[in-house]
């Protein structure tokens, strides 16, 4: 008996909520559509990020003052003018009114290629709407015409011209540029285009579609999507992985988007998903599993880390499949070129199976203490390879590192060019081959205030634990074997990631302000203030970044791409 | 001193007008803006081109410009140099300055290809700028000191012993005498007095060890002869005057000068020292530089056509996107083809270059900073470009079908017209 009022309360709001289902504007859009769009509370991201440290910084930095008396600025302020008279409200409040709630537009074939007919549904607060029709009407001079008149359950439907129709059901307006789509929304589409299966399925795999969701059907695209080639060499091949051959025969793709609130910060995520058909056996061998741990812990000095799952040696061996014919003729020079400068080490027989596990780069800022440091002021990255059997192969990359330091200096020299210093260490037991410039002579450093580029490079090699490490230079080596033991546990099953430290992406561009200036004012044409003040504002926006992640994860029968932002005040 | 050299007094029927001005700033610069224009009208021709001569006191675009050149020197890159330079001559109030550089670019033409030291390269057109108006012969000597001339033609393996004519062949022939004026003899032995003379650490070098002491007879004069003596025999040759003269003729006022006028501003070159600016002066206020048949005499180069549309019709430039430009048509700085330089005139126009010359014009013709329309836009933008109005039937022809402004700047910058000096 006490379980009946619990089955009707049940029941109650199941109805109720099936009831506010049909309610929403989505809803209202019938199936068929090549393009969809949904916008979910919107209006509160909008807030959440106008309140934000960086949503407060904006408005009052100076390249935004100047941006606002500039022509283009003008323009945009007279636009906000004549939609403040028009409507009465501001920006953010036309926002709210427009999208506080849901909006959905698609696109649909229209009757002739590339003229798709659209059809948007809103849920609105006020007489915005209208007013926007009203706008419209003035400046397109549209005739407004009463087309179907208001029956019992079912609203009047109008048309302003031939180009737009719709209707309003208490606070959700349908517009269109095709009576016939508007009309069935009226009616109430059988097959809602929120319940398409596919976007049902993309939903579902797309955590991170909160304030924002979007489909596109990529069937009409397929023939122009085929003639879409291999990776053209061999580092588009190991980046894009299994995505080079998946993407482009994807018949649909969807994309997510939220802004959301993480700790004291913001989080804005994105995502892309497309279903994949069953890869090649060649791409498979080649791309197919999750990252690994690394047992690298840079911690707070790293700057970015990029990491692949690719097995190497079966990219190289399926090379034909997987990359474009143009290719391929370098690889072979290449095989024949590492021979010859690791004194006769098989690239395919002996060093291809040596790779274990993933590629990864990693990257810090380079410190230069109180000397003199180069401009621009580059990061200084490293190759990290797992081998098998490390202390049989280290003397030989060794060797074959020497080798090509020598070869890059008699080309130097026969260019006049300036040669590297060969060199070893031994840091905390792990032998580091470097090669470094020498100083720069007197006349050289004439007129500079920095030491010249080419001193941000001085190639490292070493092997560290069961790594293989080539670097730009020895100082990353020396972090990397202080930074080695217990690798921290993989917390995501992704195939591919790229990570950014917000801090040190930020000071590393405030270390190069005077090149980015300088390249502002020759890129652009700008003054030196114009300059300053449009890197000043990239500058100061990077200090509000805490980072960034992108990373490639498989799932069933589908790819999703997933990038991460986090916002929150500058770090001291 | 005459043969058209004597100063220029306007008349009637050859004022001093917006075309004369125009005419002057198009040839000792890359073009005027309009407030330049508007200043020269006020003036005398004389003091208008005493002041292309002397520059302002004040130039705060090309100081700015300055602030980036040791951050530039730095990264070494070649393109981010070229770009200054396009941006210096956009820009730099100092236009016969910036002019004469590039004359001195194609006259000691040394090419980045076979230099491959960008900052190199760099300096030497600084030489160019800091030393271009003032006494040739100081010119010459810095030149013949500069680290990327010696590498360019090979004075590094010039040895006692095992001596390397390439550039006293050229010294000769290219930038003092011109053929005919030497004799292969005195090439080896001005490469004998040129032994020696290197780069080490980035800087030139006297190597005794590699030097030969010994008598050498050049051009009729014998003596233990350095790299010094050669060069002041070469000046000291009536030849050299008349060649120079002919250069400086052909780049600033015609494609063939009269022999007479050569000689008088021969004459001028010589009296004066070889005082480059004081020489350009002459010639630039004179009877022949401002008459009617040698004004849109000379095809634009490349970089005369898209900095002098720039200029005049106050396009918002991007210094970087004009260098691939200006290389696809023909002009890649610090790059020229050969030892010669470019040959210029209409030898800048072929079908392949007057294609990327109109593309090039249709991408400046979008970035107007102030786009004019209609009939009163075309008379603003012909004013500008060309100095004048258009007659009525080309008017009607670029109105037609109304084209939006920058369709229009596009058109005139198309016209045959717009591509001469």
């Given at each position: ?32 559509a ?29 390249a ?72 419209g009407?003035?400046v ?15 609203a009047?439907?109008f ?34 285009l929120?319940?398409?299966p ?22 009409p ?15 588009a ?10 993407a ?7 994309l997510?988007?939220?802004?959301e609130?993480?700790d ?22 080649a ?5 690994e ?28 499949d ?21 004194g ?28 003199p440091?180069?401009?621009?002021r ?19 990359l ?7 330091i ?14 590297l210093?060969?060199?070893?260490e ?20 004439e007129?500079l205030?920095a030491?010249?580029v ?6 490292a ?14 100082d ?11 690798p921290?546990?993989?917390?995501d099953?992704?195939?591919a ?25 020759l ?7 114009e300059?300053?003040?449009?890197i000043?504002?990239?500058?100061d ?7 960034a ?7 069933d029968g ?15 | ?52 001569v ?11 410009l ?22 210096r ?21 040394t ?54 004519e390439?550039?006293?062949r ?10 005919g ?6 090439v080896?032995?001005a ?15 006297f190597?005794?060890?590699s ?6 007879t ?9 790299g ?8 000291g040759q ?8 002919g ?24 009296d ?8 350009l ?5 004179s ?5 009617l ?6 095809v ?16 918002r ?13 023909g ?29 090039t ?34 008017r ?6 109304e084209?939006?402004a920058?369709?229009l700047?596009h058109?005139l910058l198309?016209?045959?017209?717009a591509?001469?000096?």
């Amino acid at each position: 008996m006490r379980a009946i009022p619990a089955c009707l309360t049940l029941l109650c709001l199941t109805l109720g909520f099936a009831a506010r289902a049909a309610d929403t504007p989505a809803e209202r859009l019938p199936g068929g559509a090549t393009a969809y769009l949904e916008l979910d509370d919107l209006a509160a991201a909008y807030e959440q990020l106008r309140a934000s440290p960086l949503g407060e910084m904006l408005p009052n930095h100076p390249a935004v003052e100047a941006f606002a008396t500039s022509p283009d600025g003008l323009k945009l302020r007279i636009l906000r003018g004549m939609l403040y008279g028009a409507t009465g409200q501001d920006a953010g409040s036309l926002l709210r009114s427009l999208v506080s709630d849901q909006a959905a537009v698609a696109l649909y074939p229209g009757s002739r290629p590339g003229t798709p007919r659209w059809l948007a549904a809103v849920r609105a607060r006020g007489d915005t709407i209208e007013r926007l029709l009203l706008i419209g009407a003035i400046v397109f001079q549209w005739q407004r015409v009463d087309l179907v008149p208001a029956s019992e359950g079912r609203a009047a439907v109008f048309g302003y011209g031939d180009k737009v129709f719709g209707f309003r059901d208490g606070d959700v307006w349908v517009l269109g540029s095709d009576r016939e789509l508007v009309e069935q929304a009226l009616r109430g589409p059988r097959r809602p285009l929120s319940r398409d299966p596919r976007i049902r399925a993309a939903r579902a795999r797309l955590p991170s579609a909160h304030t924002g969701f979007a489909f596109l059907d990529l069937e009409p695209f397929a023939a122009r999507l085929a003639q879409v080639g291999k990776p053209p060499n061999i580092g588009a091949a190991l980046l894009l992985g299994a995505l080079a051959e998946q993407a482009p025969r994807a018949p649909w793709l969807a994309l997510g988007a939220a802004l959301e609130p993480a700790d004291a910060d913001l989080r804005l995520a994105l995502s892309a998903l497309i279903p994949t058909s069953r890869a090649s056996r060649t791409a498979g061998e080649a791309f197919a599993g999750t990252l690994e741990p690394l047992p690298f812990d840079l911690g707070d000095r790293a700057l970015g880390q990029l990491r692949l799952h690719r097995d190497v040696g079966a990219l190289w061996s399926h090379r034909d499949d997987l990359i474009a014919e143009a290719g391929i003729p370098g690889l072979v020079t290449f095989e024949t070129n590492f021979g010859v400068i690791t004194g006769g080490m098989n690239l395919v027989e002996e060093f291809l199976p040596s790779l274990v596990g993933d590629v990864s780069i990693v990257a810090t800022r380079a410190s230069w203490g109180q000397g003199p440091a180069p401009l621009p002021r580059y990061p200084q990255a490293a190759l990290l390879l797992r081998i098998r059997e490390p202390a049989e192969l280290a003397p030989r990359l060794a060797v074959g590192f020497q080798t090509l330091i020598g070869l890059v200096n008699a080309n130097r020299s026969q260019n006049g060019q300036k040669p590297l210093l060969l060199g070893s260490e031994t840091h905390d037991g792990v032998v580091v081959h470097s090669a470094r410039f020498l100083a720069p002579t007197p006349a050289e450093m004439e007129g500079l205030r920095a030491l010249p580029v080419r001193f941000n490079f001085s190639p490292a090699h070493a092997v560290v634990g069961e790594h293989l490490v080539l670097a730009t230079a020895p100082d990353i080596v020396r972090e990397l074997i202080d930074a080695h033991g217990t690798p921290p546990p993989e917390t995501d099953a992704v195939n591919a990631r790229l990570a950014l430290r917000g801090s040190e992406v930020a000071r590393t561009l405030e270390e190069n302000r005077e090149p980015l200036i300088a390249q502002n004012m020759l890129n652009e044409g700008n003054s030196r203030e114009e300059a300053e003040r449009a890197i000043g504002f990239v500058l100061d926006v990077a200090r509000y970044i805490r980072g960034a992640t992108l990373s490639h994860e498989s799932l069933d029968g589908m790819a999703r791409i997933d990038l991460q932002i986090g916002l929150g005040a500058p770090e001291p | 001193m005459s043969a058209g050299l004597e100063a220029w007094v306007p008349t009637r029927s050859q004022p001093w007008d917006e075309d004369a001005a125009a005419h002057l700033w198009r040839r000792a610069g890359f073009g005027a803006t309009r407030p330049q224009l508007e200043r020269a009208l006020a003036d005398t021709p004389a003091a208008a081109v005493r002041d292309l001569v002397t520059g302002p006191a004040d130039d705060p675009a090309c100081v700015e410009l300055e602030s980036i050149y040791p951050v530039l020197l730095a990264q070494a890159n070649a393109d981010a140099l070229r770009s200054w330079l396009v941006a210096r001559m956009i820009r730099c109030e100092h236009q016969l300055r910036e002019k004469i550089a590039l004359f001195w670019h194609g006259h000691f033409a040394t090419s980045i290809a076979k230099v491959r030291e960008p900052v190199w390269m760099s300096r030497q057109y600084g030489i160019f700028l800091e030393r271009g108006l003032g006494r040739f012969a100081e010119l010459l000597a810095a030149i013949t000191r500069d680290p990327a001339m010696i590498r360019w033609l090979d004075n590094e393996t010039n040895r006692k012993g095992q001596p390397n004519e390439n550039f006293a062949r050229e010294l000769f022939e290219l930038f003092t005498l011109g053929v005919g004026h030497y004799g292969e003899h005195d090439v080896s032995e001005a490469a004998r007095a040129f032994t020696g003379w290197t780069v080490l650490a980035d800087r030139f070098h006297f190597s005794v060890s590699s030097h030969d002491a010994g008598d050498k007879t050049v051009l009729g004069q014998t003596g233990p002869w350095s790299g010094d003596d050669v060069l002041r025999i070469a000046l000291g040759q009536a030849a050299c005057a008349e060649f120079l003269a002919g250069k400086l003729l052909r780049f600033f006022a015609h494609p063939d000068p009269p022999p007479e006028l050569t000689r008088a501003l021969a004459d001028v070159l010589r009296d004066s020292d070889y005082d480059v600016g004081r020489t350009l002066e002459h010639l630039l206020r004179s009877r022949f530089f401002f008459d009617l048949r040698v004004r849109r005499g000379l095809v634009k180069s490349p970089v005369e056509y898209a900095v002098g549309a720039i200029r005049t019709l106050g396009v918002r430039a991007e210094p970087a996107e004009l260098v691939p430009a200006l290389r696809e048509m023909g002009q890649d700085l610090l790059a020229p083809p050969n030892v010669a330089g470019w040959p210029g005139h209409t030898e800048w126009i072929n079908t392949a270059t007057w294609l990327t010359r109109v593309n090039t014009a249709r991408g400046l013709a979008e970035r107007l900073a102030h786009p004019a329309s209609g009939e009163a836009g075309l008379e603003r933008h012909s004013r500008a470009l060309l100095g004048r109005e258009l007659d009525a039937r080309l008017r009607t022809e670029l109105l037609r079908d109304e084209p939006l402004a920058a369709d229009l700047a596009h058109g005139l910058l198309a016209l045959p017209e717009a591509h001469l000096n």
